[in-house]
Structure formats: C-alpha cells, structure tokens
C-alpha cells in the first residue's frame, strides 16, 4: 500500500484555508503596533526579578495549581471570593480551552465585527462555527441585531471586549447586560484593557449565572510573561479547568508575576501615565484636519485617514510601526491603529504623520 501523505488528506480543510497570525518583524522600529506598555520596570524591582530567576528551581515543573500566584491575584484584582479563578498562557489560551469547552457538533460562537480576531480564528481552530453581528458606525453594540442573531443562532459561547480591540470603545453596560440575559449560553466579557479603562463587570459576576470574565496582565506591562485569567462560577471553572494543561504557566511566570505584583502601584503608575498620553495623542490627533479620530478607553487610538495603507507604510520606511486595519473590515476602511507609546515614541510618530498628510 502505497499513501501520498500530503496534509490536504489529513488536516482538515478549515484549518488548510487559515493564515497564520502574523506577527511583522519589528527589529529596530519604534514599536506601537501591539498594545504592549512602553516602560520598563524601576531598577529596584529589575534586580529582585533577577535574584528570583536566579534562584527559580526551573529543574521543575511549576505547581499546577499556582496557589499562591491566584492567591496575589485575588488580592490584586480585587477578585469576588465566590468566583473561581482559571490560569491561562494569555488569554488567547483560555478562550481556545472556552471554545474546546464548547465545541459540540455544530455549536457556534458569536461576537461582534469588528473584534478581536482571535474570537474567530479560536472558534475555526476548535471545529466551532463563527458569527459576527456587525457594531453601528461608531462602532457601538448594534442591540436588537445582535438579539436578532442570539434568537436565530443560539450561540453556546459570546466573545465581547470590553473595551472593544480594534476600535477602543466601551459597549454600553446595559446592552451588554441584555445580551447576557437573552442569550441561552455563556458570555465572556473579556477585559484585556481594563487598567485603561476604568470598567469592569466584575461586580455583576454574582447575578448572572452565564457570565465570565476575562483578564491579562500582557496590556499592563507584562505581555512577555503570558499571564491570563479566567474568573467565574465554579461549575464553570471546574470544567474548564480539565481542559487546561497542567504546566500552562511557567515557573518564570509564576514568580516574576507573584513578585510583580506586590508593587502593583507601578504597574497602575504606568497606565495612567499612558492614560495622560492618550489624552494628549487624541488631541494633538483631532487637530489634524483630515483625520477622523475615535475615542479610546484603551491604550491605543484609531483613526481613519485618507490613503491609509499608503500612510501605513511611509511610517514604516520611517521607522514606525503600527498597525494597518484598512479592508479588514467594511467599517475600518483606512483605518489604522496606533498604541499608545512612550511620550517621545508618541511625538516621533505625530510628526511623521503630520509631516506625511503635508506631502
Ligand atoms: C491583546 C488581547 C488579548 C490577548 O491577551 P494575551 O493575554 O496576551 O493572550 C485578549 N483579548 C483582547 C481583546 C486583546 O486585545
């Protein structure tokens, strides 16, 4: 028996028809194109990391359960103590063990257009079916379509953020409420940029029985570790959780964290300065005439601007990276993002910007 062994006879065809995220190379630029905090940690707290690393018995596997990681985290995030809390590699690992969860045959997962992509992309890997109810042209909760949609489809699983990647907007509460109410299934409300925001539905945790909340550290300053949360019911904890692999969070992660957060001043320090940039990036923005500028409770600004993809890569050739969101989507046409950088970052790219619109 003779077999071609060609992956389009193994691998499903979903998967065959994906492209991989793709992660630009950004060697030497000045890097706003990825949500990551600009700054560094104080000397004070570099030098305690360095010791723990050191002395980080790497010879073994972390602690599955990461008792006293969660036990900081509890504390840091002000977590219910009726709620559960789940650890994940990122949060992108935690909506991929929700969607394995959920993947019945012919379950769907519903979000909102434009979202986050993983949203989709989780739902393709784990053999879920995807619908996106598009958001109004402020890119606010389209209510009655997206009841509309949870009539009609029945999701087992919703993905929102809040605030919303890519457009930087808060949904409004209640809407989102309503969701949670009328849909027959669970509703993750994912707060990635909760420390930019102000927001959370973390006090609502305890009157809905289909709601779960979601956090990571990686838009706080700590992308480079991997850390993300999963806080909920739990009945619903407790079945997630044997789908988590059991060494999910290193031991690196476990104690750079742990240590991390017991100065969490810094870490909330560093928001709020991001917070003041922001404020100043979105006006110095809407003073450039030929910009539609939209407001952001996030750490990054979107804009829509003539030319876009043009505009994109002449701030490449520059040296500045962000990131170019022209056609994909029909409400982000010549829209591009820009995360929110160090002061110094933020003006070279303003002037450049403005410097390429006087062309
Ligand atoms: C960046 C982002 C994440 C991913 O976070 P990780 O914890 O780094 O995996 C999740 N959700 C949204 C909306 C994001 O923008």
């Known amino acids: 028996m003779s077999y071609s062994h060609k992956p389009s006879d193994i691998i499903r065809p979903e998967i065959l028809a994906l492209k991989a995220y793709h992660v630009p190379p950004a060697t030497g630029m000045v ?8 700054y560094a940690l104080p000397q004070a707290l570099q030098n305690e990391i360095s010791s723990l690393a050191a002395g980080a018995p790497i010879n073994r596997y972390p602690d599955p359960n990461a008792a006293d990681l969660k036990a900081a985290l509890r504390e840091a995030l002000t977590i219910p103590d009726q709620m559960d809390v789940m650890l994940g590699n990122g949060s992108d690992e935690i909506i991929q063990i929700i969607a394995m969860a959920a ?17 989709r992309m ?14 109004t042209a402020d890119f606010a909760l389209d209510l009655d379509a997206t009841l509309d949609a949870i009539a009609r489809h029945q999701p087992a699983v919703i993905f929102l953020a809040y605030p919303n990647n890519p457009t930087g907007n808060l949904f409004d509460e209640q809407a989102i ?29 305890t009157d809905y029985p289909n709601l779960l909340l979601m956090r990571t550290l990686s838009k706080l300053g700590l992308a480079g570790l991997r850390l993300g949360l999963l806080i909920g019911r739990p009945a619903w904890l407790t079945e997630f959780e044997k789908l988590r692999l059991p060494y999910n969070v290193s031991v690196l992660t476990q104690c750079v964290t742990q240590s991390v957060l017991c100065h969490m001043d810094v ?12 404020a100043r990036m979105f006006a110095r923005l809407t003073t450039l005439k030929t910009l539609e500028v939209f407001p952001s409770d996030a750490n990054f600004i979107l804009f829509r601007v003539d ?13 500045i990276l962000i990131k170019n969101l022209d056609r994909t989507h029909a409400l982000l046409d010549n829209c591009l993002r820009v995360t929110i950088g160090t002061a110094e970052e933020n003006t070279q790219f303003v002037t450049a910007l403005e410097t390429l619109l006087s062309e």
């Open 177 to 205: 409420l309503k969701i949670i109410e009328a849909t027959p299934g669970i509703v993750v409300i994912d707060e990635a940029y909760h420390a930019f925001a102000g927001a959370s539905v973390m006090d609502k945790l």
């Open 31 to 38: 890097k706003l194109d990825a949500m990551e905090n600009p």
């Open 307 to 319: 030319n876009a993809t043009g505009i994109f890569r002449k701030l490449k050739q520059r040296g």
């Open 122 to 135: 989780i739902a393709t890997f784990a053999n879920m079916q995807y619908t996106g109810v598009p958001l």
């Open 267 to 278: 870490l909330l320090d560093q928001a709020e300065q991001i917070k003041t940039e922001r």
């Open 103 to 119: 993947a019945r045959p012919g379950a769907i997962v519903l979000s909102v257009e434009p979202a986050f992509v993983m949203f």
